[in-house]
């Protein structure tokens, strides 16, 4: 159980076009998932909360114009990077909770990997 | 200085026991994780622990939780080359879900 997924798990585009990352929990139901952005050999930077129904929380030096955020579902997030830039590159990597109630445990999915040319 | 802090690598021979640690600095942290990342991977959910808890085993994993001095350990006994990875410790405060991880601790296991 706790499964969350990732689409795409890949994706190359160019500058000044936008990306969407489309986070899903697969059997379980998520009222708020998490938005980290790791840079290569760097630790997990949480970028946003994403809270069903209502407006994304975003961390400090996160444009929340650039890094849109939809939970239209209790199984579904998505990020959209707009006018991507090359310095937008990254690993995009979502989390769910809550999973099992007792421990509030983040379940994480298996990452998005954009490289904006 | 950052709240959550590991040290950088760890080298260890196949079969030999890995010890992890991290520290922390908020004392009102509930639940204290450890993930592991594979190479071009998410975090996979390894084991966690309680803040009022000391210890934790699951199969080959211990955990060693010292409050007083917000020290946080995760031993693998019996450490295999699929051990290879990042270790990220992370803690999670009393208010709210976020998660705070340190900077992850890169394990090489030897044959």
């Avoid at chain 2, 309680?50 to 031993?75: A, W, Y």
Wanted: glycine share 8%; hydrophobic share 30%; net charge neutral.
């Amino acid at each position: 159980g706790a499964v969350v997924s990732q689409h795409p798990s890949r994706v190359i585009c160019k500058s000044g076009t936008s990306v969407k990352i489309e986070c899903r929990s697969l059997d379980f139901q998520a009222t708020t998932m998490f938005w980290y952005r790791q840079f290569p050999k760097q630790s997990l930077m949480l970028m946003a909360t994403s809270n069903e129904g209502s407006k994304a929380t975003y961390e400090q030096g996160v444009e929340k114009d650039k890094f849109l955020i939809n939970h239209a579902s209790l199984t579904l997030s998505t990020l959209t990077v707009t006018s991507a830039h090359p310095e937008d590159s990254s690993f995009y990597i979502c989390s769910a909770g809550p999973g099992e109630p007792s421990t509030d445990t983040q379940y994480f999915g298996p990452g998005t990997r954009l490289t904006v040319l | 200085g950052e709240d959550v802090e590991q040290s950088l690598f760890l080298s260890v021979r196949e079969g030999d026991s890995s010890v992890i640690n991290c520290t922390y600095t908020d004392s009102s942290s509930t639940y204290l994780y450890w993930y592991k990342q594979e190479p071009g991977a998410g975090l996979q959910l390894l084991t966690y622990i309680f803040s009022n808890m000391d210890m934790k085993q699951d199969q080959r994993l211990t955990v060693l939780l010292n409050k007083k001095d917000k020290h946080l350990s995760l031993r693998i006994a019996d450490t295999q080359t699929g051990d290879s990875a990042i270790y990220f410790c992370a803690e999670k405060k009393a208010a709210g879900n976020k998660l705070t991880f340190g900077g992850g601790t890169r394990v090489l296991v030897k044959p």
